[in-house]
Each structure stands twice: as structure tokens, then as C-alpha cells.
């Protein structure tokens, strides 16, 4: 279930709109005419082109404050591609050159927790929560963190005093779910999820924890009406077909699984989870072509970080 944890945590850490945010430094540079496009395309999901008008803006070296804010837009634009190591670099800029804004340095801890580096996420979200005591969306982000850096039961007791208290807040009980997930408490991970989903009916990540909670927990015909449901709403999303295929390879149906997943890296070939699933499940079935393809794909998009992955495709060039 470790790889699931990265499909989860494309949505968590959502930022909020809230007053530390309106009143940070970097609004009035985002504002500028040069970034306007850019925003509409990381808005409208359209990263890549984000991404390559971003190369085609001319910085002024003498205006650090643009200079940081066409940094952070990168770094947005990185996050949206699903290139979170590379989001961090740009972040990391962009911080040197606007060191006093907060949204920087939430978004930098977005992306070092995307990234896989828990402990600097947990020491950004730490140093950002010191600055805001109050807020609670910070506080859930510093929480999440934490459960990432082995203090997932402590997080656990403190999110869940929080989600009583809260029991309207949506990023509150979805938080608390994933990080009972996290901890591998899959019964309360249902529990706060099917209270998320009660708050925001259909929500696309809640519906694919509640499914992996489901599936942690071996409820399988849980899993099966979250998946369901999931497809319903989101038929053309690559990572609901993922779900399905995890509760269609839980049923013994291989080859629909592979189906599912090939049907989801043709809808987005940056879908890493998507491509190492489909590896997984065609080295079961003896498809050593397609696993080979696949594993290759999921390190190209990850990096090439994952030793596990990498030892795989040895041993089966080796066959």
C-alpha cells in the first residue's frame, strides 16, 4: 500500500484561502500582466504549456521580487506536471528571493512532501506553523507531515481532537483520514473519509482514500462501490481507473486490471502510480514486455529513486 500513499498525496495540503495567504508578499507580483496567462494555464490544468511559456518570459536580474514570483509560478506549474523534485528546485528560488513569504514556503513544503524528503517538509510546515499558531489549515499540513516522520500516532490523537472540534471542516476530517491511513488504521481512515465525502459529496480524492481505506482494511465490497461511484462521476480520470484496477486485481481479474490501467496511462502517460501498477501486475501475468515498458516509464517520471523498481527490471532484462 506504500505506492497508494503517492496518489493520495497529490490533493492533500490543499491551500486554502485564507488571510495569511491574501496578505502575503508575492500577491501583488503574481498580479503583474507577464503572469496572467501563466495562471490561467496551471489553473486550467494545462502545465506543461504553463511550463514552457514560464521559459519564454524575460526575467529582469534587478527585480528579485519578480525574479521569486516567476520562480514560485515554476515550481506551481512543476507541482501540476507531477514533477515534484523539480518543483522543489524552483521553490527553493524562489525562497531565496522572497524569503519572507509564507505561500513560498507552504507551497515549497507541498512539494518536498510530494517529493519524498518527510523530514524537510516537516521542518518547512514546522517554521511556517510558527509564524501562523492559529491556523488551523497550517496546523493540519504541520500534522500530515508529521505522520510521514514516524510521529503518525501522536498526529493521529491530535487530528482527531481537532476533527471533533471541527466536524463541519472538510480539509480537517480529510487530513484526519489520511493520516489514520497513513498509520495503517484503515477502519478510522473509512470513518473520517465517509465523513469528508459527506461534507463534499463525490469529491474526487476523498472518494479514492475512502476506496484505498477500503481496500486496506480487505473490505472489498466497499472498495468495489467507492470504485464505482469514482468512475461514475470521474470516467476519464486516470487515477480512478488506478482504483478500479487495484479492487479488479484484489478480485482475482489480472487482465482487467491491466486493461484499466492501460486505458488510464493512455489518458495521462505522467501518471507514475498508473505505470507502476501496470508493471506490478503484467510481471504477475508473465507480460514481460509491457511490465519492462511500464517500470521504465514509472522511473523516467519519478526520477529513477525507487531501488526496488530498478532491481525489478534487472532481474526481468535478465530472463
Known amino acids: 500500500?506504500?505506492?497508494?500513499?503517492?496518489?493520495?498525496?497529490?490533493?492533500?495540503?490543499?491551500?486554502?484561502?485564507?488571510?495569511?495567504?491574501?496578505?502575503?508578499?508575492?500577491?501583488?507580483?503574481?498580479?503583474?500582466?507577464?503572469?496572467?496567462?501563466?495562471k490561467v494555464l496551471i489553473e486550467g490544468g494545462r502545465a506543461e504549456e504553463a511550463i514552457q511559456r514560464l521559459k519564454e518570459v524575460r526575467q529582469n536580474p534587478k527585480d528579485a521580487k519578480a525574479?521569486?514570483?516567476?520562480?514560485?509560478l515554476l515550481g506551481r506549474a512543476y507541482l501540476s506536471a507531477q514533477k515534484p523534485d523539480d518543483a522543489v528546485q524552483a521553490f527553493r528560488q524562489a525562497k531565496d528571493l522572497l524569503p519572507e513569504s509564507s505561500v513560498v514556503l507552504n507551497d515549497m513544503g507541498v512539494a518536498l512532501f510530494r517529493?519524498?524528503?518527510f523530514d524537510e517538509a516537516c521542518a518547512t510546515f514546522g517554521a511556517l506553523h510558527a509564524r501562523f499558531p492559529d491556523d488551523l489549515e497550517l496546523?493540519?499540513?504541520?500534522?500530515?507531515?508529521?505522520?510521514?516522520?514516524?510521529?503518525?500516532?501522536?498526529?493521529?490523537?491530535?487530528?482527531?481532537?481537532?476533527a471533533k472540534k471541527h466536524h463541519d471542516n472538510f480539509l480537517v476530517q480529510f487530513n484526519t483520514a489520511f493520516i489514520a491511513f497513513v498509520v495503517m488504521d484503515?477502519?478510522?481512515?473509512?470513518?473520517?473519509?465517509?465523513?469528508?465525502?459527506?461534507?463534499r459529496s463525490g469529491d474526487k480524492q476523498a472518494l479514492l482514500g475512502f476506496l484505498y481505506a477500503c481496500l486496506g482494511a480487505n473490505d472489498l465490497q466497499c472498495a468495489s462501490e467507492a470504485s464505482k461511484e469514482a468512475v461514475m462521476r470521474y470516467p476519464q480520470d486516470p487515477y480512478c481507473l488506478a482504483g478500479k484496477a487495484m479492487v479488479l486485481e484484489a478480485s482475482n481479474d489480472r487482465q482487467g486490471a491491466i486493461?484499466?490501467?492501460?486505458?488510464?496511462v493512455s489518458l495521462d502517460p505522467n501518471c507514475a502510480l498508473c505505470h507502476y501498477n501496470l508493471g506490478r501486475i503484467a510481471e504477475v501475468v508473465g507480460n514481460k514486455g509491457l511490465a519492462v515498458q511500464s517500470f521504465e516509464q514509472?522511473?523516467?517520471?519519478?526520477?529513477?529513486?525507487?531501488?526496488?523498481?530498478?532491481?525489478?527490471?534487472l532481474l526481468l532484462r535478465s530472463r
Open 67 to 72: 525574479s521569486g514570483a516567476w520562480h514560485y
Open 139 to 162: 496546523t493540519m499540513n504541520l500534522l500530515v507531515a508529521h505522520s510521514m516522520c514516524n510521529l503518525g500516532a501522536s498526529a493521529l490523537d491530535k487530528a482527531a481532537e481537532l
Open 1 to 38: 500500500m506504500d505506492k497508494s500513499l503517492c496518489l493520495l498525496a497529490f490533493c492533500i495540503l490543499t491551500s486554502c484561502a485564507t488571510s495569511w495567504r491574501k496578505q502575503d508578499c508575492i500577491v501583488k507580483q503574481l498580479d503583474k500582466k507577464e503572469f496572467e496567462g501563466v
Open 115 to 117: 517529493a519524498g524528503f
Open 186 to 199: 484503515y477502519e478510522t481512515a473509512q470513518f473520517y473519509f465517509r465523513r469528508a465525502l459527506a461534507l
Open 298 to 313: 514509472y522511473l523516467r517520471l519519478t526520477g529513477s529513486k525507487d531501488i526496488q523498481v530498478q532491481q525489478k527490471l
Open 259 to 264: 486493461d484499466a490501467l492501460s486505458k488510464a
